[in-house]
């Protein structure tokens, strides 16, 4: 049992490592005050532009792959290290002790499960993902659906009920920190992915719902 504290502890600490966060209070702002308000790579994205986001999701991803792989090697006799390890790191990214447990949303952790477990799996569910996202043009239904989706698939796979319980501990806290999103999709107040390369007219659309129903 004390192994998987330490499995808990690690993931937990690690996790709670924003880049997003750090990025913004080097430019002297809280990345929860500013763009969507969520305290991850999207939202770097919008603010600091495409290089600095893709850097961020990365270094999400690449916490969460390191921090699994650590205890796998601290505890490899332990059956249920690697969901332990990740869920408490996803979470541990949604709710840092020091952000005052205001973090991000856990998209980007998810994905750095996935391709600790199976990076063919990974790259199959990251195409899937990203048609979604262009198809809805809403990013918001990438980590709902994914977050819902992995824990199916590794039940699948692994046979594993107890592991897949404890993924979707994660699951329902991604989807719980989504629900708002899903209400300002009904609200036309999402920023839809088109943004990215629509910047101008995402922007004029958002301020006439806003000031069309505030």
Known sequence: MIHYLYCI???YLVGTFNPSYLLAL???VDIR???SGNAGASNALILFGKLRGVICALLDIGKTVLVIKLTAR?????TYSFAVTAV????GHIFPFYMKF??????ACLGGAILAYNWRLFTVMLVAELLLALLTNYI????ITASIAFPLIYRHLEQDMI???IFFIATTVILCKHNENIVRIKEGKEMRLSYLWDREKETERLKENYSNKD
């Open 74 to 78: 601290l505890f490899p006799s332990l």
């Open 26 to 28: 080097v430019h002297g």
């Open 9 to 11: 502890l690690l993931g």
């Open 140 to 143: 918001c239904f990438v980590p």
């Open 88 to 91: 408490s790191c996803i979470l």
């Open 33 to 35: 005050k500013q763009g």
């Open 163 to 165: 592991g897949t319980l």
């Open 102 to 107: 205001r973090g991000g949303k856990g998209l």
